[in-house]
Structures are given as C-alpha cells and as structure tokens.
C-alpha cells in the first residue's frame, strides 16, 4: 500500500535556493523515493508571481510523489499541519547594514514563523532554518516556539550541513582519497567563518584523518579558512551566493534526520543541558549527531583538545553575542 502524504512547508520558494530544493524534494531525494509530500511554499506577497512559475515548472516535472502545492504569503497557511519545514526566506543583507541590523530584521520574521510553526504544524514537527544568520535565526524561532509550546523544542535546527560537506570535500583534495571514504566528520559552531571543521575523529577506510594529512600548518593557514569562508568565495566567484549546494545540504540534513544515517552528522541543534562540552544549553550550535529512527542524538564526550577548545570558545563567543544582540526581541 502506498505512504500517505507528508506536508513540507519551504519558506523563500521562490528564491535561488528554492529552485533547487523544491524540485529534489517533490522527486523523493529528501524523504525517499516512496513517500509522496504535499509542498507549502511561502514566500512574501511581491513574490508569489514567481513562485506561480516555479510552480508551474513543478507541474511540468510529473513527479509521481508530488501529490499537491500550496501557495501563500500567509505563514499560518504555510504551516498549517506540516510535518517538516524549511525556512530558507531571510533578510539578506543589504548596503550599510551591520550584522546587529541583519539580526534585529530577521528576528522579526522568525519570531513570527517560530509562532506560526507551533501553533499550525503538526507536533512531531522538524525544522531546518537555512536563512543567514541560520544558528541565531533557529534559536529565535525555538523561543517564539516555546512561549506556544506543543511542538518539540529540539527539533528547531540551523544547518551546519553545507560546512561539512565542504569539509569533507576539502580532505578529499588534499589526501586524493574520495569523499565516500571518510567518516566521523564534525563542524562546531556557528554557520559563519568561525565555525570549526574538526577531522581529529575522522577516518578514511579506516584511517585516522588526522594521520593521514599530518600538517597542522595546513589545517590552520588553509583547510580552516577554505571552508570557513567558502560561501564568500562562491559569492564573489559567482555574483551570487551558493544556492545549489546549500539545497543539498539542507536535502541531507532533512534526509538522514528522518530517514537515518550509519555515519556522524553535523547538525546545528540546541545545545542539550548539561552537555559534555559545556554550551550553554539551547544554544544553536554545530554538533557531531547520530540520527536513528527519525530522531537525532548528540555525540557526547568526544575529547577536546587545547587547540580545539579555543576554536570552539570563539565561535560560541560569536553566537553568544548575537543572542546577546536579540534578547530584547524574546522577551
Ligand atoms: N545555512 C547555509 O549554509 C546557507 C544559507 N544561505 C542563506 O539562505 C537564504 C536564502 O538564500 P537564497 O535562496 O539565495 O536567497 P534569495 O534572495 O534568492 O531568496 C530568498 C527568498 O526568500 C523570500 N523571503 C524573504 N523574506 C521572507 C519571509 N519573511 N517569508 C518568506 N519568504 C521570504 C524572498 O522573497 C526570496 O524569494 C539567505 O539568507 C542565505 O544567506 C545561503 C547559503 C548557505
Ligand atoms: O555566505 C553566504 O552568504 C551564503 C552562505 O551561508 C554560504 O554559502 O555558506
């Protein structure tokens, strides 16, 4: 017997990101090639033209698993009863405008969508925030969430995905080992340059990574800086920024989530209370995580070198001082 639909909303429909995602989403590569989805697509109103046409485009895709689209400005529409959601829709950042500003404008609109998701969406929701600055963004919208309660506040993620898989890509140029190779990647922190891309764990059929490379100058003058400011050099590369690589990821966060996965995971999720590395609890961070079952666990008591313990303190500093820069907003 076939699957009943499951409903995904997507936020940004009709943005870049968009364009890639919703297609790999309605063909199966999200949630697996026997479960039909139902999409829900917001976006703001001067934009629902365009996502007229994408919807179109849809149409003329004949995805047997497409079993129905939803079009709105309305995020009470957009997540009514939906089972997943992808906020991809920000405030980009405009001319003049400091990180504090880019904070306080999107905090507007993730505080109104957390809301919207608590109330509308189905309890067991799960929710993946791509849109920049995704960890503060994923932790506004869990604390508009929790003032509504109903729906699990671990589930209200920032995605760290697109860092890993660049991390992983990155050792497979400098070993000439493949990408499939490799296991036990992990990427710490903020979804921002100081993230930190951690292969101290990781090994290549069977090796230890760290052996492998064995140049620690590598990894700190260019492994760290390659992947942390990736997303800048895409931008300047391509006048745009990553859009096809970002939907991917955000595709395998979502994927290994529901559907499992036999290898560690980076995913930005609240930090647990009393965790083995010492976040603050609820804060969005990067974490190593095992998913099983359609639920995600961070890996605990993983050893923290010196190194690696100033790493991880300045990209939580940062993200402590965007909470700092959207408290008032959470009150
Ligand atoms: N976490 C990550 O790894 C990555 C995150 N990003 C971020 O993803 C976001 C989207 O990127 P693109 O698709 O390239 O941007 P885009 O500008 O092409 O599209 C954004 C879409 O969101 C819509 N939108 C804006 N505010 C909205 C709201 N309140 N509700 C619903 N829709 C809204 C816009 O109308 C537009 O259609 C950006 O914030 C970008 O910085 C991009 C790449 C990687
Ligand atoms: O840098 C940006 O604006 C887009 C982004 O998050 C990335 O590519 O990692």
Known sequence: MSKAPVRVAVTGAAGQIGYSLLFRIASGEML????????????LPQAQKAVQGVIMELEDCAFPLLAGVVATDDPNVAFKDADYCLLVGARPRGPGMERADL???NGAIFTVQ???????????????????PCNTNAYIARA?????????????????????????????????????????MVVWGNHSPT????????????????????????????????VGKRGAAIIDARGLSSAASAANAAIDHMHDWALGSDDWVTMGVPAPAGNS???????????????????????????????????IQKTLDELEGERAAVADMLK
């Not at 697996?32 to 976006?43: A, E, N, S």
């Not at 508009?144 to 898989?165: E, Q």
């Not at 609890?281 to 010196?306: N, Q, Y």
């Open 32 to 43: 697996g090639k026997d479960q039909p989805v139902i999409l829900q697509l917001l976006d």
């Open 114 to 132: 957390g809301k919207a998701i608590a109330e509308n969406a189905n309890e067991n929701v799960k929710v993946l925030v791509v849109g920049n």
């Open 144 to 184: 508009a969430a929790i003032k509504v309660g109903r729906t699990n506040p671990n589930n209200y993620h920032g995605m760290l995905r697109l860092d890993h898989n660049r991390a992983l890509s990155q050792l497979s140029a400098k070993t000439g080992r493949p990408v499939s190779s490799f296991k036990q």
């Open 277 to 311: 590395y010492g976040i603050p609890e609820g804060v969005v961070f990067g974490f190593p995580c095992e998913c099983k079952g359609g639920s995600f666990k961070v890996i605990e008591g993983l050893e923290i070198d010196a190194y690696s313990k100033e790493k």
């Open 103 to 105: 904070l306080t404008a």
């Open 195 to 226: 993230m930190y891309a951690d292969y101290r764990f990781a090994t290549s059929n069977g090796d230890n990574v760290k052996a492998l490379v064995n140049d620690a100058v590598w990894n700190n003058d260019v492994f760290l800086p390659t």
